[in-house]
């Protein structure tokens, strides 16, 4: 009995100090005016977080505590219904029909929040590359850098070329994909003969841009980077 207190005493002890020095913090915010289902997928090979979908009722907020040098991406599902077993469907960022996404990275279209931390710097930005569903924003919490907030706060929504629009059962537009997503073409996906610096902002990304200016909306579009902080990152 003393033993197995003393034990976990040292256990939450170093808990606290190496979560302390290593631990990276993000802080998602529900502002949106319904439920949104939150995706978390992490990349590079990395295991995925145990808390890698679930829901988020408004006003709600739901702390994220990374795994050292952590890469990935959070986005927000919409308009899901899950059964009691988790299996269900989203109207956009689906993680083929399950709650939790453990590995499944959403399906467009999407607003995604991209993170790369602790390498030693933290990069970052809201991406368009697969689209549109509901704002976002990330902003820093501590840390020293530039650590600009990126934003896509426009209702791309509205905004969205027919060609690119998606709608619900209802016929409501639900997201708007990116034009790389809609078309496949080599300008837009930044493919072979449009790699690096061949590859431009197209008439599509340009729209993307003009309403969104500090979000990431190709390729090579610039993101942003801090050192050290933590994340808020607010869904509407
Ligand atoms: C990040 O958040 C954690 C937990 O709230 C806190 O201990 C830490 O000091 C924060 N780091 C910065 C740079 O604000
Ligand atoms: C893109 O915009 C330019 C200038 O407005 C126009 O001339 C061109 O036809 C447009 N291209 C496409 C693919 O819409």
């Known amino acids: 009995?003393?033993?197995?207190?003393?034990?976990?005493?040292?256990?939450?002890?170093?808990?606290?100090?190496?979560?302390?020095?290593?631990?990276?913090?993000?802080?998602?915010?529900?502002?949106?005016?319904?439920?949104?289902?939150?995706?978390?997928?992490?990349?590079?090979?990395?295991?995925?977080?145990?808390?890698?979908g679930?829901?988020?009722?408004?006003?709600?907020?739901?702390?994220?505590?990374?795994?050292?040098?952590?890469?990935?991406?959070?986005?927000?599902?919409?308009?899901?219904?899950?059964?009691?077993?988790?299996k269900g469907k989203c109207a956009t960022g689906d993680c083929n029909g399950l709650?939790?996404?453990?590995?499944?990275e959403g399906t467009p279209p999407m607003t995604v929040a991209l993170f790369s931390v602790d390498t030693p710097d933290d990069t970052y930005s809201v991406d368009l590359q697969h689209g549109f569903n509901v704002p976002v924003s990330v902003t820093t919490q501590g840390g020293t850098g530039q650590c600009q907030p990126s934003a896509c706060i426009a209702n791309l929504r509205r905004k969205c070329p027919t060609g690119q629009r998606v709608l619900n059962r209802k016929g409501r537009p639900v997201g708007c994909k990116s034009a790389c997503d809609a078309?496949?073409?080599?300008?837009?996906?930044?493919?072979?003969?449009?790699?690096?610096?061949?590859?431009?902002p197209t008439n599509y990304t340009k729209?993307?841009?003009?309403?969104?200016?500090?979000?990431?909306?190709?390729?090579?579009?610039?993101?942003?980077?801090?050192?050290?902080?933590?994340?808020?990152?607010?869904?509407?």
């Open 1 to 52: 009995m003393a033993l197995s207190f003393l034990h976990l005493t040292i256990v939450f002890i170093s808990l606290f100090f190496l979560g302390g020095a290593n631990a990276k913090y993000f802080n998602l915010v529900n502002k949106c005016k319904k439920t949104i289902w939150p995706g978390i997928y992490s990349g590079a090979g990395l295991s995925q977080p145990y808390d890698s």
């Open 183 to 200: 078309f496949g073409d080599a300008a837009n996906c930044c493919t072979d003969p449009f790699t690096a610096w061949k590859c431009n």
């Open 207 to 236: 729209l993307f841009k003009a309403a969104c200016p500090t979000a990431v909306t190709f390729l090579y579009d610039k993101d942003f980077t801090c050192k050290g902080s933590n994340f808020t990152v607010t869904f509407c």
């Open 54 to 86: 679930f829901a988020l009722a408004p006003g709600q907020t739901y702390l994220y505590e990374s795994q050292y040098q952590w890469t990935g991406r959070i986005w927000a599902r919409t308009g899901c219904r899950f059964d009691a077993t988790g």
């Open 99 to 104: 709650l939790k996404c453990d590995g499944y």
